[in-house]
């Protein structure tokens, strides 16, 4: 029996530890985490179809462009649903569901939280990236995630990437993430805007990568069910500002001086994302599906 | 004087060392090195505006594109300048030349040879890279440089990114670099040439950048003549095979199908680029110029 673990295991190039992923925390939570993720990419997948049949005329687009689904399957275990739409409002719209196990790679365990003696881990998590074809809709990114190691935790946040920030677009989302927020905890906000701040720098340029949001890792209290709500929460929160944003600004002109602008900027947006973001680099170090990795990465960039 | 030393290694963050770079090794052969690097930087711009100038008509473009310089200080120490042409056949090229020196981070003396126990360097070079605008022409990239700490030595290298590879091309490329390798010693082309496909490939997507050259660092023989000869020699290897490959493509036609695959492709030297390169990333991290950091990056690039 340890030997054909042991073959097993050693053919996804993994140690020979348990693979009984069931013992870890939290079973329960576990695939319920998983199905909101899979339920809320349905609703956002049904958001952003709504607006792209909303904006494209019968000119310029006669059938609204539609999610193209893949799925995908993670050699160490588990896998996930890639969602790309490459719409006519909506240039480019990623939306990632996985749910994933596997065993953590020695060099990875002293950074994660719970894994040090046990390598074992379950990770569950949606992300969404948009970027609008037309300058002044804002880009924006919201990804919420569970992870359980010998630990269990939550993690993840929403921001926004305006080319031309406007103060209404951003009291418009901040508030909805300062109101689910506040619901939650009175220091949740302040204190996940900031560590957003902190996050999306650019350290090389001296300059953020957008107006920010919130950003949080490490969430576990000693209220799980407190802390899966107020994940939920904030894609919720994303599930309705967002949307309103794009609509309040989709049918403005916009110029070719203005593209242009966009078009740099989605270049400082490659730039943080290869450079800097610690989920790209662990995705990439760790072999992760590149596409899935780098589905975040704009479908048009100049750099000036 | 340890007072004024202190003060002013302050000011740019620096610890209060030694900073008399004329005492580093090989003075003389430094002063040449970076003359060298200037002299070549000269004729590769005269190349490439010679290009321009055959390459664009009257009607596309009446007055042929020329280098724009800036130069730029180095806040620690020494500086450079930055040559960028965009052009007709040319869409993009940089020509970087710098001579720096400082004190090196504590963390990074340990990845850098003879600065464990001072961190003092000096260091000079040229880097070159070209993206043609038509699919047919390839990409290429060339750099060579001289560092002294208590140590000195040099590096470099040359390599070409074709979006459709021509066996012709390759030859041509790869022959000129082999000529100038026998020329200084017979074991340098294998050894060169396997260390050139080893640093520029791409672990995430399992395949090369282009289809490469030669790369070489670390070079430091007991006749450091012998060393500058060859990598005078790189230099004008690469300001001879290039512009030839280019003229023998630029006016081939091209379909808008070949375009959209030279952007992908394109996509990929971003991706190396920003996550695999340790050139960038040194630059990047040691606070260097991002621009002139990130100057190899492509004008217009695409994510399918």
């Known amino acids: 029996m340890i030997g054909s673990r042991t073959r097993s295991a050693g053919t996804h190039g993994m140690p020979a530890e348990s693979t009984d992923f069931s013992a870890l925390p939290e079973p329960e939570l576990r695939a319920?985490?998983?199905?909101?993720?899979?339920?809320?990419?349905?609703?956002?997948?049904?958001?952003f179809e709504a607006i792209e049949k909303e904006g494209s005329s019968s000119e310029t687009c006669p059938t609204p462009t539609r999610f193209d689904r893949q799925p995908w399957v993670r050699p160490g275990g588990g896998g996930g649903e890639m969602s790309i739409l490459r719409g006519f409002v909506l240039e480019k719209a990623g939306v990632n569901v996985s749910t994933v196990e596997g065993v953590l790679p020695e060099?990875?365990?002293?950074?994660?939280?719970?894994?040090?003696a046990d390598g074992r881990f379950w990770a569950s998590g949606i992300?969404?990236?948009?970027?609008?074809?037309?300058?002044?809709?804002?880009?924006?990114?919201?990804?919420?995630?569970?992870?359980?190691?010998?630990?269990?935790?939550?993690?993840?946040?929403?921001?926004?990437?305006?080319v031309f920030p406007v103060d209404e677009d951003t009291a418009t989302f901040h508030g909805a993430l300062r109101t689910v927020c506040e619901a939650a905890d009175p220091a949740y906000w302040a204190?996940?805007?900031?560590?957003?701040?902190?996050?999306?720098?650019?350290?090389?340029?001296?300059?953020p990568r957008g107006i920010g949001g919130i950003f949080f890792d490490d969430?576990?209290?000693?209220?799980?069910?407190?802390?899966?709500?107020?994940?939920?929460?904030?894609?919720?929160?994303?599930?309705?500002?967002?949307?309103?944003?794009?609509?309040?600004?989709?049918?403005?002109?916009?110029?070719?001086?203005?593209?242009?602008a966009q078009l740099i900027k989605r270049g400082r947006y490659v730039e943080f994302n290869l450079l800097w973001d610690r989920g790209?680099?662990?995705?990439?170090?760790?072999?992760?599906?590149?596409?899935?990795?780098?589905?975040?990465?704009?479908?048009?960039?100049?750099?000036?």
Chains 1, 2 share one sequence.
């Open 191 to 207: 204190r996940f805007k900031a560590w957003c701040d902190e996050y999306f720098w650019l350290p090389h340029r001296g300059e």
């Open 32 to 47: 319920r985490a998983a199905a909101w993720f899979t339920a809320l990419r349905d609703d956002l997948v049904a958001a």
């Open 107 to 116: 060099a990875f365990r002293a950074r994660i939280p719970g894994a040090a």
């Open 219 to 260: 969430l576990a209290t000693a209220d799980p069910e407190a802390d899966f709500t107020f994940v939920r929460s904030v894609g919720r929160a994303f599930l309705e500002a967002y949307p309103a944003i794009v609509r309040r600004r989709m049918y403005e002109p916009w110029s070719a001086e203005q593209k242009r």
């Open 127 to 162: 992300s969404v990236v948009v970027h609008p074809r037309s300058p002044l809709v804002p880009a924006a990114h919201m990804n919420t995630r569970m992870i359980v190691t010998a630990r269990r935790w939550f993690g993840g946040g929403a921001d926004m990437t305006p």
């Open 280 to 304: 790209t680099r662990f995705g990439i170090e760790t072999g992760g599906n590149a596409d899935a990795v780098l589905m975040s990465l704009p479908p048009e960039v100049a750099w000036p």
